[in-house]
C-alpha cells in the first residue's frame, strides 16, 4: 500500500503516541525538543503552528517511566515521523 | 520561413540525468541572431565557452550553429560530455532537419542558430546523452519553424500541465465543481490528522478556518501546503479592515484564496481585491449576514473572484433554510467567470440542489471534519457531485 492510501485509510481520531525520552529529568525533554528542531530544519519544513502549546506540554508532560505520551490524530502524524527519523522508541496506541 | 529576424524553439527529451533541454533561436545572419553569433563566439565566458556545432571534426554543418553549455563546465568530464556526444547530436540534428525539410535547403547560408544546451554534470551515459540531445535539438527546431505553440495551446494548458521541477499542478479553479473543506476546528494536530485523511483530488480544496488562524495566525497556510502542496488553501480571514494589508498577509503565508466580508467598507473591500490581484491570489467575498450581496457587488469597482453564500454556524442550529437562490444574479453582477460557493449546512442531500442552483464550490465543514472516517465522507461528496480529474483520461508525451 502506498504512504498515500495508508494516509487516506487512517480514522481520524484521537490516539496516543508514546515516546521514551533519552535522557532523564528537563535534560531529557530539551534534547528532545533540540532533535525536533534539528529534524524539522534538515527536513526543511516550518515549525507546527501549534509550537509553543507543544513546548509547554512537553515540558510538562508526567513522566512514565521515561515515557512521554501525546495526544496525535493520524498514525502518520508528523511527530512520528521524527520519533523514526530519530531513533526515538515509540509506539501508538488507538483508541477507536 | 523566418518571420520577424527569428525564431524561437524549445523541447526537453530523455530522464535524468542525461536529460536534454534545448532553448534554440534560428535567425538571419544578417540580423538580430547574426550580430549574438558573432558576439557570443568573440567573448567566450569561464566555464560557457561557445563552440560550433560540428558533424566531425573540420566539419561545422550549416546553417552554422553555435552551442553554448547552460550549466558551467568545471571538470574534464563535463567538457568531454558536451564536446563529444551533445556537439555531435546538435550537429546530425541540423543537419537532418534540412535533408527533412524543415529548414530549407536554399537558405542554409543565409540563416545561423544558437542553441543552449543543458547537460547534467552527473550525467555519464553517452549514448543517451547523444540521443536525448539529438530529439530535443530536432524537435525545438520543428517547433521553432512551425512557430509551436499557439496562443490557443498556451491558454489551455496553462490550467492542465504539472512542471515536472515542482511536481505539483498549481491549481486555479477553472473547472468547477469543487468541494471546500472547511476546518474550523483549532487543534492543529487533529487539522493535521484531517489533511492526511482527505483524498488527494485536484476537486478537494482546503480552507484554513476562521477560528484556525485565529489561533494559529496564517502561517498555518504554509503548513497545510507542507502536507498538501498541489493543494488550494482558503485563508478564511473575513477581512473588515485594512485590506490590502490582510490580504497581503494571507499571500506570503502561500494562501491561494483570502476571504473578506462584504460587510466591510467599500473602500475596503476594492483595495483587498487588488491587493490579492497585485500579488496572484483570488479574493473571495464572505455574505454572511448580507441580506442583497448583489447589491454590494455592483458597487464595487473592482469584482471578487469568488462570492460565498454563508449562513453562519451558530444560525444554522436554528434556521434549515439555505440562501442560494439568487447565484445567477450575484454571476451577472460579477461580469465575469466569478465562482459561487455555499456554505452552512451542507449535507449529501442537498448536493445536486446546490449544484443545480448554479454553484460552483460547495463549502462543507464538519460531516467531513468531524468525520472518523475522513477520507470516506469527502469521497462521498466528490462522488455525488461527479467530479473527475483534471486531465485524468489523458496520455500524454508531448505534442
Sequence with gaps: ?96 | MIENGFQIGEALVGEFPEIAHIDLIIGEKKGPIGQSFANSLSQPRMGHTPMLAVVRPNLPVKPATLIVPKVTLRDLEGAELMFGPAQSAVAKAVADSVEDGIISKNSVEDLAIIVSVFVHPRGRDYQRVYRYNYAAVKLALRRAMENFPNIETVLEEKDKSMHDMIGFRINNLKKPPYLEVAIDIPDWRRVEGIIRGLPRKDAVIIEAGTPLIKRYGVEVCQKIHQLRPESIVIADLKTLDTGNLEARMAGDATADVVSFSALAPLKTQERFIDECHKIGILALMDTINVNDPVKVIKKLNSKPDIIELHRAIDQELTDATHQWGNIGDIKKACGKDALVAVAGGIRIPKVKEALSAGADILVVGRSITCSKDVNGSARTFLMEMGVEEVDQFRIMTDF
Design chain 1, 1 to 96: 500500500m502506498s504512504e498515500t492510501e495508508n494516509n487516506e485509510c487512517e480514522t481520524i481520531f484521537h490516539k496516543k503516541l508514546k515516546i521514551k525520552l533519552k535522557d532523564k529529568g528537563n535534560e531529557g525533554r530539551v534534547l528532545f525538543l533540540k532533535d525536533y528542531l534539528d529534524f524539522l530544519i534538515k527536513r526543511k519544513t516550518t515549525l507546527p503552528p501549534d509550537f509553543p502549546t507543544f513546548v509547554r506540554e512537553i515540558m510538562g508532560l508526567d513522566k512514565r517511566s521515561g515515557w512521554i505520551h501525546i495526544t496525535i490524530w493520524h498514525e502518520n502524524s508528523e511527530l512520528k515521523e521524527f520519533a523514526i527519523n530519530k531513533g526515538y522508541e515509540f509506539k501508538v496506541e488507538h483508541y477507536d
